[in-house]
């Protein structure tokens, strides 16, 4: 079965502090990470995907294949890139696996 | 259309009640996903659709929820003799045949009362 595990629900940082939101995936093939986030009162979007290998708003996200993991990273918080982050995973020709989320919350 | 469209925005209905929920996708996004997302519990996946077929019922939480897709494009989701625990938003998605890029609507939220 594809499981999706984001540990924390929330995450507070100060503004300039570096972020890591975690995601860890339960999946026997090679699957496809992604990340979306939902600003407050918009929708949710495709943030990054892991075979872009590309930073989107100064974040990026290595898939570990080892530890089975896709961490979600910037070096320096902005109170903007407070949001509802949530990690998901393609398995297959199965439809888009979710973690239950975190809510990261920036702090001036 | 330029997005994906989901309506009413807002629904309120009293329990017992039968209620349907609307999904205008992409034009030309073949593929199409409806789920469901409540305070703790994150996204949780229902039904999905490629063309007007639907692959996966799976998700679907009891055989009071149903949905149909016609044409190739606009799909509703109906929750029959509603219950307060089927209260939560809506969200309909959007893609290309086995893309993970979805797109999706801004979502009908539920108050079942």
């Known amino acids: 079965a594809q499981r999706v595990t984001q540990p924390e629900k929330l995450l507070s940082v100060f503004k300039g502090a570096p972020v890591e939101l975690k995601c860890n995936y339960s999946y026997s093939g090679s699957p496809e990470l992604f990340w979306y986030v939902q600003y407050s009162r918009q929708r949710l979007q495709l943030l990054l995907r892991h075979i872009s290998r590309e930073s989107i708003k100064g974040f990026t996200a290595d898939l570990n294949k080892g530890e089975t993991s896709f961490h979600l990273k910037k070096p320096f918080a902005q109170e903007e890139d407070s949001a509802m982050y949530y990690c998901a995973l393609i398995g297959g020709n199965t439809p888009l696996v979710f973690g239950k989320g975190t809510r990261l919350s920036v702090i001036a | 259309g330029a997005g994906v469209s989901q309506s009413p925005s807002n629904k309120v209905t009293e329990k017992g009640k039968d209620v349907e929920l609307r999904c205008d996708p992409i034009?030309?996004?073949?593929?199409l996903y409806w789920y469901r997302q409540s305070l703790g519990q994150g996204l949780e996946f229902l039904i999905y659709f490629q063309g007007n077929s639907a692959p996966d019922k799976s998700g679907l939480p009891s055989d009071r929820f149903s949905a149909e897709r016609t044409g190739g494009s606009v799909s509703t989701l109906t929750i029959q003799r509603t219950q307060q625990e089927d209260s939560a938003v809506y969200l309909c998605a959007s893609s290309l045949p086995k893309a993970g890029g979805y797109t999706f609507g801004s979502g009908t939220r539920l108050t079942v009362v």
């Open positions: 034009s030309g996004h073949t593929a």
